[in-house]
C-alpha cells in the first residue's frame, strides 16, 4: 500500500474571523440599546400588552404605540439545528453549535432565534433555557445566549 491509499483530501478550515455585526435601525435600536443596559428586552403593545416579535413601531392587533419592554429571559427550546460547518464567520471555534427558536414564557409565540451554549446533549425539543449576554467580537454589541437550566 502506498501513502496516497486511504488518504482524505484536507479541507482547509477558513481563517478565524469576526462574528458580522448588528445594524441597528428604526425597529431593532431599542433591543441593542436593551443589552448594551445588561437587559434583553423585547417589543410591546402600551395598550394591549401583547410582546410583539419582530418589533413593530404599531401593534398589530390593536395598532397600539409599542417600546422595548424587559422580559425573563426564560423560555423553551421550541425548536433548533445543529451547526456543524462554518457557514457565517465568527463562530468557527463554537463548531458543532445549536441554533435554536427559544419560545419565551412570556406569551405563546414570542420566539427568539438565538444559539444554545453548553453540552449539546442536554438540548432538545422542550428544554427550558435562560438568556444570557455575551459580547459580540469585533465591536460594542451584546447578543443574547441560552443556556440549559
Ligand atoms: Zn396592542
Redesign the pocket.
Known amino acids: 500500500m502506498d501513502g496516497a491509499v486511504g488518504a482524505v483530501a484536507a479541507v482547509a478550515a477558513p481563517p478565524s474571523s469576526e462574528p458580522p455585526q448588528p445594524l441597528p435601525d428604526l425597529d431593532t435600536e431599542g433591543f441593542w440599546q436593551a443589552t448594551a443596559r445588561g437587559e434583553l428586552a423585547l417589543c410591546r403593545?402600551h395598550?394591549?400588552?401583547?410582546w410583539v416579535q419582530p418589533p413593530l413601531e404599531r401593534?398589530p392587533?390593536?395598532?397600539?404605540p409599542t417600546s422595548f419592554q424587559p422580559v425573563s429571559g426564560i423560555g423553551r427550546v421550541f425548536s433548533f439545528i445543529v451547526v456543524r460547518h462554518p457557514a457565517v464567520s465568527g463562530f468557527e471555534h463554537e463548531l458543532p453549535m445549536v441554533v435554536a427558536i427559544v419560545e419565551l414564557e412570556e406569551q405563546v409565540g414570542l420566539r427568539l432565534t438565538s444559539r444554545i451554549v453548553g453540552p449539546l446533549e442536554e438540548v432538545e425539543i422542550g428544554s427550558r433555557v435562560v438568556a444570557e449576554l455575551v459580547a459580540l467580537p469585533g465591536g460594542d454589541f451584546h447578543a443574547p445566549v441560552f443556556r440549559p437550566t
Do not use: M, V
Open positions: 403593545c395598550d394591549c400588552l401583547l401593534c392587533s390593536c395598532a397600539g
